[in-house]
Each structure stands twice: as structure tokens, then as C-alpha cells.
């Protein structure tokens, strides 16, 4: 799914993401690249299991090495947030806790709102399989959790990051609809244009003796004109259409040539 | 990350994945986690390099074997979508095809209403270097790209799936703004309370002779009353903040009387 524009200013904005007692250099490194992919580029680690640098996140990062590079390692959590104003906490479990838990669009909006004020913010994500402790979380504002299936509720921190800096990136388009490219430019044919298909193919279909019964050929010409305008044609694919009509037609043509020889 | 919920069912609807010849078990493996945690469950492989089954996948898919023993494979891509109904390309590249490209939010919403209307659904994730070929989208009844940072567009297949596995899941929630818990039962305190909390907090430095000089008490009442208010304080909390207050109390009450004695 390559497809990184050389040409492109790398984005480098929003929440820092913080990674409190992270045990795999894999996991670390797929963070990063999660993170790149979504513009975000600030990482700090609470303490990692294995130190740091790490050559197995250097190479479960996949180029991402402006992210891996700017990483930072803190002793404590208080010391990796000290410099932020608004913290999330990422949880999988509900807590005994007096503190809002959101879904991750709901927290985006509020990081992006944040950001556009200059409010430094940053994103908490826990340990690999025991999340974050109770007293880690009451460090942090609100609480953010994934709609995933209560019966199957598995992701890893990797794919934590991935849908928060998705997300994140997603509440930073003004349109929420609104894709990175479009289809080429191809307008949408006019009436008029569609009216000239219907004639073309409608005169070869009379060659060719398909309105039969006479009866029925209002209801044929209708059901045939729908099917066309349904279908929201482009101006290009107009004119591949008529020529297939005119293939087809010089085949029915060269058919009746031969018979009458 | 993991909050799994052996009580619940386990969701299993939704569009067909379909990859087309992929090559590491492992992100086939990883494909079957990221489906599994927002409830898709079929999974389709065209011509996977290393056969089927695979071992590596089965570790990978850390205890998704529904997935995994439910998944079928096919000699080809027409073979694979052949039962389906209506089919979704993903892309990270711009392709010169006349086929709407749409956002992962875009696609959801109409296969969503796609499956309420029980059309049978599937979602292409191409080889993991190159992609779909355009024969192969071509197929395919739309495009489907994601919002990525355009100078590092780096999205492995398991981190596709995850991303169009999470928008299906959202899409079916019928409020947007809908986490899958939400902060313990409290309500937020009535002002009544918070005025009974003000006056035994105001006693209490009323006694601690806080209020100095005379002419700042209008002052420091407001300021105080202001962080109190501002904090959205629940029942609960404001309980906590008697107790505290309390606590101060007792302390400069032990202090004044020990001095006295």
C-alpha cells in the first residue's frame, strides 16, 4: 500500500504519543511508523523494557526515521508529560473512575481543537498486555476506548496508534468527506449527450430488428434508456460506449454483406 | 490492549475480506486479529504465495481462529467475489480509472446500508509490495484510498484492514458519539451541593484566618468559588472535597490546640 509522494512536505503536527513501559522493539517501531503515516512525529517512552535505541524498532519502522530519531526516553510518567496541557488515556477496560471515556472520533475532535490553540497535548497508550495502571490514568483529562467486539477485544499497541492517528489525522479535514485524490476529471455526461447515445444505439437496435414485438418497444426503449442513466456516465465513458455500438454494428452490417452476396 | 469480554457473543458480520496474493502468513494472520476486533469473520485469500493453512498466519492471528478455519481460498479474483454483490478496491496510489475514490468514512456508510439491505459484500486488499493490478479494481464497483500523510504513505495490508475493519464497526453505531462504556454512574453535583461544599470550605479558612487582607475577601471568594465551578465537579468528587477540606480541619485544629495547651 506504498504510495508516499517524494515531492510532498512531510507533515509534522498534533498530540505527542506517549508509551509507558513498552516491552517490544517491534511494537515500538510499528508505532512509529503508524505515526508517520498520519503526520503525527513526536514519541516518547516511559521507561522501555529493553533501552533505547532498539535495532528491532529501527527495523519494524519502515523508514519512519524522523519519528525514531526525535524519540525520547523519560524515567517516569509525570516527567514525559510535564511539558503537555490535555492528556488522553487509551483504555481497553472499563475503570473505576471518575473521568470521561470517549470513542475516538469524540477525542480527535477535542486533540484538534487543542491544537488550533496551541494547547500541547499528548496521547497515553499502556504496557503490551496490562494496558496502563489506575494511577497512570488519573494523570490524563479524559479516557478514550475503541468500538471494538467486547468478545474479541485484542489490539495491540501498533493498532492503537494506528486508529488514534488515523482518527487524528481524519478530524484535521475540514469535509470528513473527502478522500486524498479523485477519480481524473471526466465529467458526468449531459442530457443532451446521453440523448445522442439513445439515438445511436436505439437506430442500430431498429437495423437489427430488436423492438420485436412492435408492442413491447416503448417498454424495451424505457427499460434500456434507464439502465444508461442509472448508471451516472462519464463524457469518456459515453464514447466508449458508442463505440461499441459501432463495432457491434459493423459486425451486424458486415453479417447481412456476406448473406447478400 | 486486550479487554475481551467472554460473556458477550461474538459479532461475525459484515463484508467479505479478500486478499489477493498475499505473501506473508504473518499479515495474513494479522488480518484475522484486525477483522476479529470489530466483528468481521470472512476472509478470502486469491492465490496466497505460501498455500493454506499456514502456521505463521495461525500465530499471528492471536486467537482469532474463527477467522482463520472459516477462510477460503480461490485460483483467482473473479472466483473469489463471484457469490458478492457489490465490491470495494482499496488504493494507496491514484489510478487512471473513471471509478469514484472514496474515504474509508464514504465507504463504510454504503456498506453499511449495503448489508442492511442484505447485498453481499467484499473489501480487495492488494499484494503487499504492489497492490491491485488495474485489471483487478476494474472488477471492483468503487475505490477506496486512506487520508494519509501524503510524504510517508506507508500502510501495510494488516493496517489497511484494520483501518476499514474499525469504519465498518463505527458506521454501525447508530450515534457517532458512542464509546463502548462510559464513566461510572455519578451525576454531576446540583449547585445546592456545590453551595453547601462553598460554605464548609469558606468556614473552614474563615477559622484558618485566610481571608487576609479584609478587602481581598470579595476577591478570593470568587476566585475560589470560580475553580470549583469550572471543573464540572460530580456528587461523587465533591464528597472528596468535603473529606479533604475536613481533613485540613482536624489538622489545624490538632496544631492550634496542641500550642494552646
Redesign the interface.
Same mark, same amino acid.
Given at each position: 500500500?506504498?504510495? %508516499?509522494?517524494?515531492r +510532498?512536505? @512531510?507533515?509534522c503536527e498534533g498530540p505527542v504519543v506517549i508509551l509507558v513501559e513498552p516491552q517490544l522493539g517491534e511494537n515500538i517501531g510499528m508505532v512509529a511508523?503508524?505515526m508517520?503515516? *498520519? #503526520?503525527l512525529f513526536e514519541l516518547r517512552l516511559v521507561n522501555p523494557r529493553d533501552g533505547w535505541p532498539n535495532e528491532r524498532a529501527n527495523a519494524a519502522a519502515?523508514?519512519?526515521d524522523h519519528v525514531i530519531e526525535a524519540t525520547r526516553v523519560y524515567e517516569d510518567l509525570p516527567g514525559a508529560i510535564a511539558d503537555l496541557q490535555y492528556i488522553v488515556a487509551? %483504555?481497553? /477496560? !472499563?475503570r473505576?473512575?471518575? +473521568?470521561? $471515556?470517549?470513542?475516538p %472520533?469524540?477525542v480527535s475532535s477535542i486533540l484538534r481543537r487543542a491544537h488550533d490553540e496551541n494547547t500541547r497535548t499528548g496521547i497515553l *497508550? #499502556?504496557r503490551e /498486555?496490562w494496558?496502563l495502571h489506575n494511577e497512570e490514568i488519573a494523570l490524563a483529562d479524559v479516557? $478514550? %476506548? *475503541?468500538? $471494538?467486539?467486547? =468478545?474479541? =477485544?485484542? @489490539? &495491540?499497541?501498533a493498532?492503537?496508534v494506528? @486508529?488514534m492517528s488515523?482518527e487524528w489525522? /481524519?478530524s484535521g !479535514?475540514g469535509e470528513? &468527506?473527502?478522500?486524498? *485524490? /479523485?477519480?481524473?476529471d471526466?465529467e458526468i455526461a449531459g442530457k443532451s449527450d446521453l440523448q445522442n447515445f439513445f439515438n445511436h444505439l436505439e437506430g442500430a437496435l431498429e437495423d437489427a430488428k430488436y423492438y420485436y414485438p412492435e408492442a413491447r418497444r416503448e417498454r424495451m426503449t424505457n427499460n434500456l434508456r434507464s439502465i444508461f442513466t442509472h448508471a451516472g456516465l +462519464?463524457q !469518456?465513458?459515453l464514447q466508449t460506449l458508442h463505440g461499441v455500438v459501432a463495432a457491434l454494428e459493423r459486425r451486424w452490417l458486415e453479417k447481412r454483406n456476406k448473406k447478400t452476396k
Open positions: 500500500m506504498s504510495g %508516499t509522494d517524494y +510532498k512536505e @512531510l507533515i511508523r503508524a508517520a503515516n *498520519f #503526520g519502515s523508514r519512519a487509551t %483504555t481497553a /477496560r !472499563q473505576d473512575m471518575l +473521568k470521561d $471515556v470517549l470513542n %472520533t469524540e *497508550f #499502556g /498486555r494496558g479516557m $478514550v %476506548t *475503541f468500538p $471494538v467486539n467486547p =468478545a474479541f =477485544a485484542s @489490539l &495491540n499497541i493498532q492503537a494506528l @486508529l488515523y489525522m /481524519r !479535514q470528513l &468527506n473527502e478522500s486524498a *485524490f /479523485r477519480a481524473p471526466s +462519464k !469518456q465513458e
